[in-house]
């Protein structure tokens, strides 16, 4: 059942889904900020988006890989050109105060209440594919080939393009000839554009370590085998991982950032697990980091006397993410165009940096497709301005105040993925 849109968006929205040529997209991304689902949970989200894009004409398949939807729209002979949005938000309680703020609970994987919030603008890429896609159809006349317009879920959890892949995705549907995509970026003020050539996002894995212990007094330590003490002591032995276990010049990182034990001031816990988050870019590296976590945590067991019974439990996570490559040529091609389209200040090279994404997944197939994923800059200007002078911090990705100044933000990015689009399905 699609989502029945609140009175005072729906006219505009329900107008925009029937007619491309007067689509909002300032009200749509309030709508979508104010209402985010969860990795797994984009039922909603995705509803919302399926009825849209087939009230505008596009043929859609909707529950392709989870909530993934598909949108297909043909205008005679000519490449395939796939472009992706993700829709999942994140368990963040905004505190951004604006009036669109989101007020979102949902349920956890682990059965834990919590807010959802946009925290990472996916709410701005959908917004962006979005208003692309309508003004591509709006322009047919203009360009040749497939449109394929992919709504993914779960980017947040690394499965969402792992499961459409999985799902047939490039079996069901045309194989693309080019892959684009849009991310947010909370270091560039919106207008810009910011992109890469090449690596561009790093490696992505997660480790859980389970410390089993001896429980016992808080008073009494001599009769316990403390999980906590083994847990500090394994964290700060992981911090020389990346200083002396890779070449200083290859990135790396590997945080700890969840940790839990204990019940009470005056107990010894049995058991303490750690949460991490581990970054590389090649495999080399990420093996050594891999086979390193396991190898502290075992050994500094042993070293603080736990029996052979309680050895730590090491398990990485199957939410991998692959390193994402951004093909050069594809690169050149698409920042050629936009600089047409939005001229030469607005396009910013950037360096690669330690986050991760799983687009990089569609153009790591067999068929290798030139892959590419521009950054639009969202910082307001007036908080641009303070930064540059030191008087205000600039909130991250993920944090709770991260607010886009919208109309900047959602203009560049449907310009930009336009520009691109035009260019590569151009009539010959």
């Not at 790591?364 to 007036?382: H, L």
Request: hydrophobic share 40%; with cysteine; proline share 6%.
């Amino acid at each position: 059942m699609r989502r029945i849109l609140p009175l005072t968006l729906c006219t505009a929205l329900c107008t925009s889904a029937l007619q491309a040529a007067s689509f909002d997209e300032l009200a749509y991304y309030k709508y979508l900020h104010e209402n985010p689902e969860l990795s797994f949970q984009e039922e909603q989200t995705a509803a919302t988006l399926a009825g849209t894009l087939t009230d505008a004409g596009f043929t859609v398949t909707e529950g392709v890989g989870g909530h993934g939807l598909v949108a297909m729209l043909e205008n005679g002979e000519g490449p395939v050109l796939m472009v992706r949005a993700d829709m999942d938000g994140l368990p963040v309680k905004e505190d951004t105060g604006l009036p669109y703020a989101s007020t979102a609970r949902a349920t956890e994987m682990n059965g834990q209440d919590v807010s959802v919030m946009h925290a990472c603008g996916h709410d701005v890429h959908m917004t962006v594919v979005m208003a692309a896609a309508l003004e591509l159809l709006e322009r047919r006349d203009e360009w040749q080939g497939t449109l394929m317009v992919i709504m993914q879920p779960a980017e947040e959890r690394g499965a969402g393009a792992r499961d459409m892949l999985a799902d047939g995705l490039f079996e069901r549907f045309p194989q693309p000839d080019y892959n684009l995509s849009v991310h947010t970026i909370a270091t560039l003020p919106a207008g810009q554009i910011g992109y890469i050539s090449g690596w561009m996002m790093a490696n992505v894995d997660s480790v859980d370590i389970t410390l089993h212990g001896v429980g016992g007094h808080g008073a009494y330590p001599h009769t316990a085998k403390d999980p906590v003490v083994l847990a500090a002591a394994v964290i700060m032995d992981l911090q020389t991982l990346v200083s002396r276990s890779i070449h200083p010049a290859e990135p790396g990182v590997v945080t700890v950032g969840s940790i839990h034990a204990g019940t009470k001031h005056n107990i010894i816990s049995d058991k303490a697990v750690l949460e991490l988050t581990v970054r590389s870019y090649s495999d080399e590296v990420r093996e050594t980091l891999l086979s390193g976590i396991e190898r502290i945590a075992v050994k500094q067991a042993e070293a603080l006397g736990f029996p052979e019974d309680k050895t730590p439990e090491v398990v990485v996570k199957d939410e991998y993410t692959p390193a994402l490559w951004n093909d050069p040529e594809l690169v050149k091609r698409g920042v050629a165009a936009m600089r047409a389209e939005l001229g030469d200040a607005a396009l910013k090279e950037i360096p690669k940096e330690m986050g991760g994404e799983d687009f990089s997944r569609y153009g790591r197939t067999d068929a290798k497709i030139p892959s590419f994923m521009i950054r639009v800059g969202t910082v307001p200007e007036p908080l641009w301005n303070k930064a540059q002078r030191g008087e205000a911090r600039l909130p991250s990705l993920h944090s709770a105040f991260f607010a886009p100044d919208p109309e900047p933000t959602l203009e560049t990015g449907r310009r930009a993925i336009t520009a691109m689009a035009l260019d590569l399905l151009s009539v010959p």
